[in-house]
């Protein structure tokens, strides 16, 4: 059941006043406050819906599976804007106005307006990774495991790149949802993920071949059900992660993160790719003991974060 929070009076990292922002959230499992807490972010046009009838993340979360609801509370909250709180007027069009920082400070304030001051874990795919680790640098005592998944703790050249991309496509395309998601598909998957998958087959009746109908099929799904504003503001979430901005020295900024943190990249992913990951490893082995780096091996790239459960329930059953 979705519930709200008022964030009231919130000033965002560019300085920017907002009187009240609502945000809201999801749990399931243990109720709050009986067991330990786990946050699950959602990735760009994900929601609050972690595990049950819709869950994006059902080979997962639930019942007896890794992060088991019989054992822990899930929360998750809608980064503000997203539309998936059912209320038109909660969409943002000034889409510049959130970073990924700011949406971790707002998480914090929600957090805060639930009591809530330790969670056993945050896990987060993608710009939901970011935002976790945004939420780790923002609260260093508050997360014990600090899951990031498929992500960095900052956007790199190439992946601001493709969402200055998405953005022009967003901004200028006849039909932008569906436009930019043809785009986008290409940096979720992979050649091999594709060759895998279809082949050069040729569907007769479409007169197209089948990776064709395939990513028009992926533009008109998400043109189905992701809002043009929740996009452009996503987007532009994904391509402002950093943790170090304003702050300083990397080095710093993690060794004040208490957090066990485990790293999860997919080997084939090109968009936040496994070769990054590995240089943050190195550089936080440095200053810290508690990091670890785990790898997914699949041919499907980025997405293989919502494909490859098996893996990713062995790389995880230790932290749940
Ligand atoms: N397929 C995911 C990838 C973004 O990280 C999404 O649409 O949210």
Redesign the pocket.
Known sequence: MLQELDILNYTTIKGRSIDQIHLTYEVFGKPLYTAPIVLVNH????NSAVCGEHGWWNGLIGKDKCIDTNRYTVLSFNIPGNGYDGKEENLIEEYKIFNARDIAAIFSEGLKLLKIDKLHAVIG???GGGIAWELAALNPSLITHLIPVATDWKSTDWLKANCLVQEQILLNSKDPVHDARLHAMLI?RSPESFKQKFNRTYNDEKDMYNIESWLLYHGEKLDGRFALSAYKELNHILANIDITKGRGDFDEVVASIQSNIHIISVDSDIFFTAEEDRATFKKLKRVKQNVTHKIINSVHG??AF?IEFEQLNALLKDVF
């Open positions: 990735a760009l046009t994900g795919g993608s710009v979720y980025h997405d919502l």
